[in-house]
């Protein structure tokens, strides 16, 4: 399978080098050029074994491998996971909760980032790439600290993240600034998490500072939701998931399972939209936003308009206004338009927003429902969820919840759903406890405890060990001081 940029389809590369590579030179991303197409029957079948194996087959299609290959890959990636099916899914009511939380860092993120530094060095060594892999991540806080225990002390590779200064929930900062590891860094950015992102993508777009770099024995790589090393092993869960519930009854080998996902940079539903394209039996993909509702309205009406006020709410990892992967949607449902994705890709960096062809808007008027819940509705679906079911929902799951609710309440869904659930309630427990209670408790680990306590459900290991680790990064920066944060960096790792 090959890879070809979204804005220059002659532009061409191979999924591995991509993982290195991470976005083509002159802008766009990596897209996949046609989708494998899975067998129905074996995806069941292998569905009964490791989830490291049936994600190895999948990715095995994606990167042209044998299974066997991949499953190496995919075995020393998923060890560091709390259930030895890797995802849990739970029930809700008539619903299914799909917890891809359950990695080291208690986000979803893991279920990508665990991976990507197995196939990255793979992909090094295939390059013969003599130079160190230096990692520039932007995060709106789950990625940088999946992003810093994914590649901490990987031979080869260095890490630097970004995070907004006063963009992330305490305990999300709490998880970055204690990162131990001997080639990771971290430090605040002033400015919200689109100023970091854009930091990091001028970043990338500087030639003369990637020659800087080179000479020193650095090459660039992206651990956001842009690699194509990332989005690969998103797609697995999804076909895993569902042929669990086949494979358990909950569904039938011919029923298509609806999606909702809670979103952000559009990584994780563009996963469920390529695991669909491949034949995984997926129906409706649903798409969830917080009060940052630009994709809401985006799919509502065609118009994309990242012009509007930037809102600080309860679910930080979706506060996003630029929606990096919905180029990659945008290039696939225009049928791989390059000059069109480029004239609204131009548009949205002039303007700040684009609008689709009418015929294009109607069709994904009619295709993506779309739906977004307010802080106040978030913290309705949490004590809801909690009071009907005895199920605790984070933050960004809650979204989800409470946009289902919505889209059921129009009338648009009867089977049932599979609900992405992406983090811990126990990473946002100020929050998630003042849904449940009406208290504020400021303090992240008295929170925490408390809402041990009030569900009787225990603090992840992973939390409750923060809190005696002493804070290692402090570095603060401007938005246009980035570089020289960079500098800085690998000044640090020569040493
Ligand atoms: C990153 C993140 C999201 C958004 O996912 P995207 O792939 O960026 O759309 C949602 N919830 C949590 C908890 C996250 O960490």
Redesign the pocket.
């Known amino acids: 399978m090959e890879l070809c940029s979204t804005r220059n389809t002659r532009q061409t590369t191979n999924p591995l080098w991509a993982t290195v590579d991470s976005m083509p030179s002159g802008g766009g991303l990596w897209a996949m050029e046609s989708l494998p197409r899975l067998k129905s029957q074996d995806q069941c079948e292998c569905a009964k074994g490791s989830y490291a194996h049936h994600a190895a087959t999948v990715l095995s299609m994606l990167f042209d491998c044998s299974v066997e290959a991949m499953q190496k890959l995919t075995t020393a990636a998923y060890t560091r996971f709390d259930t030895p099916e890797i995802t849990k899914i739970a029930p809700l009511g008539q619903d299914r909760v799909l917890e891809l939380?359950h990695g080291p860092t208690l986000?979803?993120?893991d279920m990508a980032l665990q991976f990507l530094p197995h196939v990255m060095a793979q992909a090094a060594q295939a390059m013969a790439r003599k130079e160190k892999i230096l990692i520039l991540t932007a995060t709106?806080?789950?990625?940088g600290k999946a992003a810093l225990e994914g590649f901490r002390d990987v031979p080869g590779t260095s890490v630097l993240v970004f995070y907004p200064k006063d963009g992330v929930a305490e305990m999300q900062r709490k998880q970055m600034v204690t990162q131990q590891g001997g080639n990771v860094s971290v430090c605040a950015v002033e400015g919200n998490f689109d100023d970091a992102q854009r930091g990091v993508k001028e970043i990338f777009a500087d030639e003369a500072f990637a020659q800087e770099l080179r000479a020193q024995g650095y090459c660039l790589s992206s651990a956001n939701?842009i690699n194509f090393g990332r989005l690969a092993p998103?797609i697995c869960y999804y076909v895993n998931a569902r042929a669990r519930l086949v494979n358990d009854g909950a569904l039938r080998p011919d029923q298509d399972l609806d999606v909702i996902?809670?979103?952000?940079?559009?990584?994780?539903?563009?996963?469920a939209y390529y695991a669909k394209q491949m034949g995984a039996g997926l129906g409706t993909l649903i798409c969830a936003s917080n009060a940052n509702d630009v994709l809401t309205e985006f799919f509502t009406t065609g118009n994309y308009n990242s012009r509007r006020p930037f809102h600080k709410t309860m679910?930080p990892?979706?506060d996003?206004l630029v929606?990096s992967?919905l180029e990659r949607l945008l290039f696939a449902e225009s049928g791989r338009n390059e000059a069109e994705v480029q004239r609204m890709m131009d548009s949205l960096a002039q303007t700040g927003q684009y609008a689709l062809q009418p015929d294009i808007a109607q069709k994904f008027k009619t295709k993506y429902p779309a739906y977004s819940c307010n802080d106040e509705e978030t913290a309705a679906a949490i004590r809801a969820t909690w009071e009907q079911h005895k199920y605790l929902l984070?933050t960004?799951?809650a979204v989800a919840v409470g946009a289902l609710a919505k889209h059921r309440a129009a009338g648009c869904a009867n089977s049932p759903v599979l609900i992405a659930s992406?983090?811990s309630p126990f990473?946002f427990a100020p929050d998630v406890y003042r849904a449940l209670t009406g208290v504020q408790v400021d303090d992240a680990f008295e929170a925490c405890q408390r809402l041990a306590d009030h569900t009787g459900q225990s603090v992840p290991q992973a939390i409750s060990e923060l809190r005696t680790l002493p804070e290692r990064h402090n570095a603060v920066c401007a938005r246009s001081r980035m570089r020289d944060a960079v500098r800085a960096f690998v000044r640090e790792m020569d040493k």
């Open positions: 939380f986000a979803f993120k709106s806080g789950d990625t939701s998103q996902v809670p979103t952000g940079n559009f990584g994780n539903i563009l996963a679910s990892s979706m996003i929606s992967n984070d960004h799951t992406t983090a990473k």
